[in-house]
Structures are given as C-alpha cells and as structure tokens.
C-alpha cells in the first residue's frame, strides 16, 4: 500500500503482516508499502494486489481489453522494432482475432497529452487546447508589447526637455537608448511580479476551472522567469527608446515641438494588428457560443431530461441491481427505471461479431440493457420489437441501431430476422447465431464530434451496473433524497455514486466549454489592451495636432466636427484590422468546427456583430480622448508651439 494509507488506516509504524479487507469480501496481507506516487504521473493508485487472486484475471486472455501491459526495453531497442516484432506475436496469440487488432506501443510520456485511445488508463487533456491557450497567451503578450510602445511614444513628448538636457550635457545616444530600455525591463520586471500576485489570487478559482492541483514553483522556474521579463523588456522597449534617441536637444528644448513623423507607419500597422487579433477572438467566442447553442438544442435522440444514473460497478453478479431496481419501482417521484452497462455520456465497449452475409467477424460496440431501456430513454424503434422477460430466446438476440444496418449493407425492412453470430457466452467455441428482432433509429451515444458508429444491443448478461430512471420534475430533489435512503438500506458496500444523465452528457463536450470560456475572457482582455494602446496613440496624434485643432477652432469648427477630425483616421485602422480579422477569424473556426462530425453552420452576423463591437469600442476610446483636447481653449492651442 502507499505511504497515503499507510498513514490513514495504521497507527503503527510497522503494518507488515497486518490484514486488510476489500470489497467486504477479500483479505490482503500487507507485504509492503511504496512511496506516494509524484502528482505528475498517470498513475493514480494508492494499493497493488496481486491479479491472479482475481478468478476473472486470465493470463492468456489476450482478447480481453482489460489489463494494462508496461513494458521496460532496453536503452539499446528501437521501439518502432519492438512494435514490428508484435504483428508474429499477434499471429501467433490472438487467433481468430489477429485480422482485427492491431498492436502498436505508446510512449509513458506521450499518454497525458498525446493520447486519443479510448479507455486510457489516465485521465488524458488536449495537447491542442494547450497550444491554442499557449498562443492567445503570446498574442496578448504581444499586444502588451506593441501597446507600451505607443504609450511609451506618446509619453515621449511629456520628456522631450528630459532627453534634450541630457544630450547636452554630454549623454550619447547609446545611452539614452539603455536608459529607456533599461525603464522598460524594470516595469517589465514589476508587472512579473505583480502577475504573479495576480496568478496566487486567481489560483483557487484556475485549480476548479481546470480540475486540476496545479501549484506553481516559481522560485523552480524564476530564470525561465527572468529571461522572459528581459526578452520582452528589450522587445518592447526598442522602438521608444530608438525613437526618443532621435530627439535634436535645440528644438526640444525651444518648445517641445517634435516632428513626430518617424514610425507613423509602423504605429498604424501595430494598431490594425493588435485589433486584427481582438477581432479574431471576438469571432472565435461568438462561433464557439453558437456551436455550443447547437448542441444544447439539438436533438440528440434519447431523453434525457431529468434523468439520473446510479452506478454499482463492482455488482459482478447483478444481485443488487436487481434488488435496487425493485425498491426503486415503488418511489412515487419514479416514472421507470432501466438497468444497463452503458448509457449515452460513457463510451460502449467493442465486442466481436459476425453477421449474416459476411466471411469474418468484425469489432462493433455493444451494450448490455434489460428490456426497460428502450423505452426509458425513448430511443424510437423504426422496425421489429423491444426485448422481452417472457421470451427466453429473447437472451440470445439482438437490436441494431440504423448505423449498424446501413454498415452491414442491409434494408431496413429486411434486418428483421437475420442472423449475427456472437459468443453469447464470452467463449469463443461457443458462438451462437442471434436473431434481429428490432432496430432503433439512430441517438447520439457518443458526442457531436464523432459519427453515430454502429451498435449493437443485446440482454444476454446479468451485469447491469447503471440504472437509469426517469424521475417526476416536480419533486426530484426530494426524489434522490428517497434513492439514497432506499441505497443506505440495500446493503451495498460502497458508497451511493450518481449522476443526472445530462451532466454525463455535457461532460463530452468539457474541453469545448473550457475553450470557449478562456477565449471569452482573452477576448475580452485583448479589447481592453487594445484600447488602451489606441488611447496612447490617439493621444500622442492629438497633441501633435494641438495647434491645427486650435487653428480650426478659430475659423469656426466645432467640437464635433475635429472630433470627426481625428476620429476618421482612426477608424480606417480599425475596419482594415475587421477585413484581415474576418477571413483569418473564418479559417481558424471553420477547422475548429471541423472537430465535429455535426455542426453548426457559421452565421455572417457573428462576423459582422464581432467587428462592430471592436469599432464601437475603438471609437469610444478615441472618442473620449479627442474630446478632452477639442474643449480646450483656442488660445492655449495656439500658444503651444
């Protein structure tokens, strides 16, 4: 056992020899204990038993998908080698199977990220979802940089009289320019800081969103910090201080009056830039919102409204379900109650089969239901008969879904009756054929992003770990509470695990939620970055322009019209950034809705409403800017230079 239970169930220090009981039915004697696993392993175990103890465990098994095989190689064996070797193995071991399977290996290090395999012994996340998170990061970094750079201009003509003394006095212009970067990697080095204040604020909130126990070592990671905070300092900083280096000590130092020319054009080009990527964000949230509209209306084929999963995975025998099924028939606020081992939100198994027609069995996947399933999740049958109680032969036969028809080449009409050869009895020497007694039109088990794929149900076993029952709307809050007083007095020894159908459902779709959330909250902040950027450069233009302002003034312009003034220049930036934003904004979610087998189709309003909003906002910050200088007294204007 590990040190974790070492410590929870013995006082003592030496539980060697001691007995411990699993599952009310099992004695172990501890032989040791291991130190606790790291947090960053995909193992997730806290005992090891040994597996021939099970009476289900088989060594030569090989068709069972249950076990886990590790394998340590040698320094010196090529992996690819190895896994060429396993096609003579598989050849060898896995008749009649060896045409089906196929063996690969898979790194340890690739499993957390790097894996799409089914029933992974780990809970596994989306190396692609971390790279796009990883890139709206440096885009919003970069939008940083470019917005210090226009407030760093714009602020120049507040230090104008600083550099031109310094120049005079004998300062080169090297210096100068360490100096202003030097400015910009100790604010650079503040803002690491208090982001990392920011991040220990936020981290409670990030370890729920994320589901994970994530702590970050800074001191770890602080020269990765460090660097950081001097590339981006020395990034961010050129510009200004190549800029203000440029400074002549005698006009500046008459009046403040600098030509400001230099860079205009790459002022404006970082400006459509930064809102080219706000925009593109914007349409990101927007499309993801729509999608996640689709699916939360669509019709995924099943009921699942008010509907509640109870699970009892180690019922081997079917003993409890039984019996629970039973006690739950006479709660008032149950409609029905089905027993299964699958329901939509969890993945069937695959099993093999053989159906009529065919040379060789093929893997298909399957479910395991009693007779009340159909009907308690209102799957629709389209030809033949639910499964019965009364008909015995009933236990060797099977419902197709229209998945499974079309795959088999068959009609519709003429499924009903054929036969598929299956080992009904988990023995491959004793594989009957079953009889088609029904198919139910297609319904969504899986998500969106997969095809519906061919299944196959059958109610030949006795193990139904999950009933599912249809509860009243009106009182299911008082209705679980009864389940779970009902669950207290079956005897069971493990404890009561439930889920609303719904919530199974939604869970397919995590990483989309997730992904829609972070974008919405960077889009939001790559608005906020922008505008603020936008609001120095509007600035360091209208104080450029204070004079012609006042020269405007005098002949007779009002407030609105040198609003318009500036405003125009302005909003030209922004509409370019909307027409480069919209096709790269089309791309980017036209393959991010490629992930779904079904989707929705993007709307042109989205587009539209994405680069309005980015207008709006833009305009509102230059806006206000501008009407701070256009209230000014003409005198004041005309006396500035």
């Not at 060697?16 to 995909?42: A, M, T």
């Not at 006095?169 to 360490?178: E, H, L, P, S």
């Not at 459509?272 to 706000?278: K, L, Y």
């Not at 609003?563 to 909003?571: D, L, R, T």
């Amino acid at each position: 056992m590990s040190e974790k239970w070492l410590k929870e169930f013995f006082t003592e220090d030496d539980p060697i020899g001691r007995v411990i009981r699993l599952n009310s039915d099992r004695n172990y004697i501890v032989k040791g204990v291991f130190k606790n696993l790291p947090r960053n392993s995909h193992f997730d175990f806290q005992l090891l038993v040994n597996a021939n103890d099970d009476p289900e465990f088989r060594e030569d098994d090989f068709r069972s998908l249950d076990m886990y095989t590790y394998v340590l190689l040698d320094e010196k064996t090529d992996p690819m080698a190895f896994e060429r070797k396993l096609v003579q193995f598989k050849n060898n071991y896995l008749e009649p199977y060896k045409d089906l399977l196929d063996m690969r290996v898979q790194p340890m290090l690739d499993i957390h990220l790097r894996s799409h395999n089914e029933f992974e012994a780990a809970n596994t996340s989306s190396r692609t979802l971390l790279l796009i998170v990883l890139g709206i990061a440096v885009l919003i970094l970069v939008i940083a940089g470019i917005n210090y750079m226009n407030l760093a201009v714009a602020q120049s003509l507040m230090r104008s009289k600083e550099v031109g003394l310094r120049k005079v006095v004998g300062a080169t212009r090297q210096k100068i320019i360490f100096q202003f970067i030097g400015e910009s990697v100790l604010i650079t080095l503040i803002a690491l800081f208090t982001g990392i204040m920011l991040m220990e604020l936020i981290l409670p909130a990030f370890k729920t969103f994320t589901q994970t126990d994530f702590n970050p070592n800074y001191l770890q990671e602080l020269w990765k910090l460090m660097g950081l905070v001097v590339i981006i300092g020395i990034i961010s900083g050129s510009y200004p201080a190549f800029y203000v280096s440029t400074f002549q000590p005698a006009k500046v130092l008459k009046g403040r009056t600098i030509s400001g020319n230099g860079g205009g054009l790459l002022k404006k080009a970082l400006v459509v830039f930064q809102f080219a990527i706000s925009v593109v964000l914007l349409i990101g949230t927007g499309i993801i919102y729509q999608q996640f509209n689709f699916i939360k209306n669509k019709d995924l084929g099943f009921r699942r409204d008010v509907m509640l999963n109870v699970y009892l995975w180690n019922d081997s025998t079917g003993a409890y379900s039984g019996q629970f099924r039973d006690e739950l028939k006479n709660i008032p606020g149950i409609e029905s109650v089905c027993q299964s081992d699958h329901v939509p939100g969890n993945e069937p198994w695959f099993d093999h089969f053989w159906p009529e027609g065919f040379d060789s069995h093929m893997p298909l996947r399957t479910l395991n239901v009693s007779p009340e399933y159909i009907p308690t999740l209102d799957l629709k049958l389209l030809a033949g008969r639910n499964f019965s109680e009364e008909n015995s032969l009933d236990t060797a036969a099977c419902i197709l879904n229209e998945a499974a028809v079309k795959h088999f080449g068959w009609e519709l009409n003429d499924a009903i009756g054929k036969t598929i050869k299956y080992n009904f009895s988990n023995r491959w020497e004793e594989i009957i054929a079953a009889k088609v007694i029904g198919v139910v039109k297609d319904y969504h088990f899986q998500s969106l992003h997969q095809k519906i794929e061919p299944v196959v149900i059958t109610m030949h076993k006795k193990y139904y770990p999950i009933l599912t029952m249809q509860m009243n709307r009106n009182n299911a809050k008082q209705t679980v509470e009864t389940i779970e007083a009902k669950y207290a007095k079956l005897g069971y020894p493990f404890p009561f695990d439930y889920e609303y159908l719904d919530k199974g459902v939604e869970e397919m779709y995590m990483i989309d939620y997730k992904l829609g959330k972070i974008l919405i909250w960077f889009s939001l902040l790559s608005v906020l970055i922008a505008c603020l950027g936008l609001m120095g450069l509007s600035s360091f233009a209208v104080e450029k322009k204070t004079r012609e302002i006042g020269v405007r003034k005098v002949f007779g312009a009002s407030v609105k019209e040198i609003m318009a003034f500036i405003v125009k220049e302005f909003s030209v930036l922004v509409l370019i950034a909307a027409f480069i934003a919209i096709p790269v904004g089309w791309y980017a979610m036209n393959q991010y809705l490629d992930q779904f087998a079904y989707r929705d189709q993007m709307s042109w309003w989205v587009f539209l409403l994405s680069a309005i909003v980015a207008f709006i906002v833009a305009m509102l910050t230059v806006g206000f800017q501008t009407y701070k200088y256009a209230m000014k007294n003409p005198a004041e204007a005309l006396k500035w230079e």
